[in-house]
């Protein structure tokens, strides 16, 4: 896959690449089978559903990865150090307001992406970067996650700044989260994990770096600038997390700010390892 496509655009070489990642992933219907993307910027991913909150959606992939950073030359070729980023289309009408991935009852490997300014805003709104459902088991690896999230005045539940997921597996390593953010500034409002939510999954996270990342919810709950886990369990090692904070209503008596960097609730087990945690 490449920014503008090439050639006969059949996926077949980069001569002929796609140019979008929703038509190379609806191919890939075996174990094993891998999306390469050349390093540069989408900001349309193929999907443009007016009804689906969601760029690009994955269904029932037996094993896919999705890799970015390539050069775009040789079979697949080189990696380039020029990212390859995945970002909401912010001038899509009739509703700019989208996560960037979605999937559900999926095996699926993510590596060398940029995920970025995913928002999304309906009822649910679970990951405004990426979504995993039904029970999906994800391996993110060398990826950043950059200011998803969502600020708005709409009283609804927002869980998953950058990722959210249910049931499953969730390994997280060698990445970034920087900067998503949840923030509601009004009434009968809850944010849930600026940078994560879980429920029900069983979480791996293993040198990453959290940065920035809030949950903000000034009139009710907000749980977990970085980390909002429920359920499942969950093994944490290795991880810097700098500056995540929850954000309350200094006055309002129903405010309630829980976990700056991590909420965890009714799991079986949580392990944090060799962290650092500042500010």
Known sequence: VTPTGAGIAD??????????????????IYAGDMVCMQAGTYVRLGLEDANERSQCVIAN???????GGYAGTGSPGAFTHTPTILARNETAL??????IIRAANSVLVLDSLTIARGAINESGNHGHGCYFASACDVTITNCIFASN??????SRTYCGGAISSSGGTLAVVDS?????????????SFTY?????????????????????????????????????????ASISGCAFYTNTVVKHETHPTTRGYGGTLYAKGLSNLNVSDCKIIG
Not at 11 to 27: K, P
Not at 94 to 99: E, F, G, H, I, N
Not at 176 to 188: E, G, K, S
């Open 61 to 67: 992939a037996a094993g896919l990865t999705i890799r």
């Open 193 to 233: 994990g600026g940078a994560i939510y879980s429920s029900g999954t069983a979480v791996t996270l293993e040198r990453c770096i959290f940065s920035g990342n809030s949950s903000q919810s000034c009139y009710h709950d907000s749980q977990g600038g970085a980390l909002c886990l429920i359920s499942g369990s």
């Open 11 to 28: 996926g077949t070489s980069w001569a002929n690449a796609y140019s979008n990642l929703q038509e190379a992933v609806e191919e890939c």
């Open 149 to 154: 999230g969502m600020r708005t005045s709409e």
């Open 176 to 188: 970034l989260l920087t900067n998503n953010i949840l923030r509601v500034w009004t009434d009968n």
């Open 94 to 99: 009739p509703y700019p307001y989208r996560r």
